[in-house]
């Protein structure tokens, strides 16, 4: 029976230092990797703590709108944080996973052309990127509008001790948009790997459970840990009924708010066949009807001013 054992690890950053984040996030790969880890996930953009920005005086960290120099420079100061892949910081997580022989899904702030992206790297247990992912839907009413928003959902094979399995990703805000994990799902993708940093309170913990049901994927969230970012790191599977049609949990494991590494285990041929049998997935969709989905106009009440097409 092949297991694939993912380490959602659930930590408080050191605000944006990136060192000590890289410090603290080895110490919890190798305790992953003792648990019996095949891949360990980390929350987002851990490379800046997902912080790194220091907002006006009296305005929210989840608001800051540019309109002043002194805001200008603090965003300035927390764009110039963006490494790219072939920095020390990354390289530094490659030769772990190398060393480990244990996948891994590093986050950081990405430095590209015009803007930072939040990025994921998949990295295999060989030390090789085999998966890199931008975040699509940035929070553009936060600090994310000083991003440059991802260009698509991909998937990869993951060479594991379980055998290949097709991985997909995505990133917090993105799992609160349907279409996210059912492009992964029509990819391929297996398990969904989605790096967090926000409340996991029950409408977003129940919407983990949803995506998982209705595209018959096993879907992987790792938070930060509270009390700020309030941890409930989750794991679920899709496997909703038995043969018998009898309803199912499908809750692997979730997480309290304190810092650990929580292992979740997917169960590769439950999956599987389960996918193999039952209707939910793309067995019966209607494509010819959905044309409405690709049409970027946007009507009240939803019109936003900052919203990026």
Avoid at 52 to 64: I, K
Avoid at 203 to 211: D, F, N, P, T, V
Avoid at 249 to 274: K, M, N, Q, S
């Amino acid at each position: 029976m092949p297991i694939l054992n993912v380490a959602l690890l659930q930590m408080t950053a050191h605000d944006n230092d990136q060192q000590a984040n890289l410090r603290k996030g080895e110490s919890f790969c190798r305790r992953a990797r003792t648990l019996g880890a095949d891949l360990a996930l980390f929350p987002e953009m851990w490379s800046i703590g997902y912080t790194g920005y220091t907002p006006a005086a009296g305005q929210d960290a989840y608001d800051p709108v540019a309109r002043d120099p002194e805001e200008a420079a603090s965003r300035a100061e927390w764009q110039a944080q963006a490494i790219d892949a072939d920095d020390a910081f990354v390289v530094h997580f490659r030769r772990l996973a190398r060393e480990l022989e244990m996948a891994i899904a590093i986050t950081y702030l990405e430095r590209w052309a015009g803007a930072p992206r939040n990025t994921v790297a998949l990295i295999d247990r060989h030390g090789k990127i085999v998966l890199t992912y931008a975040k699509v839907h940035t929070c553009e009413w936060s600090l994310e509008a000083a991003l440059t928003p991802g260009d698509g959902f991909y998937v990869a094979d993951l060479d594991t001790a379980a055998g290949s399995v097709r991985i997909g990703a995505m990133i917090c805000y993105d799992r609160e948009h349907p279409e996210s994990a059912r492009v992964l799902m029509l990819k391929g993708a297996e398990i969904i790997l989605v790096p967090n940093a926000c409340d996991l309170e029950q409408h977003r913990l129940g919407q983990i459970r949803c995506r998982a049901y209705e595209n018959m994927v096993g879907v992987a969230v790792a938070n930060y840990a509270g009390p700020g970012i309030n941890g409930h790191s989750i794991a679920v599977h899709p496997i909703a009924f038995d043969q018998h049609e009898r309803s199912s949990d499908t809750l692997i494991i979730e997480a309290g708010e304190h810092e650990g590494v929580y292992l979740a285990p997917f169960d590769l041929d439950a999956l599987r066949e389960y996918r193999a049998r039952e209707i939910w997935g793309n067995a019966y969709r209607k494509p010819r009807t959905y044309a409405a989905l690709l049409d970027g106009a946007v009507a009240p009440p939803f019109v936003r001013p900052d919203s990026r097409r």
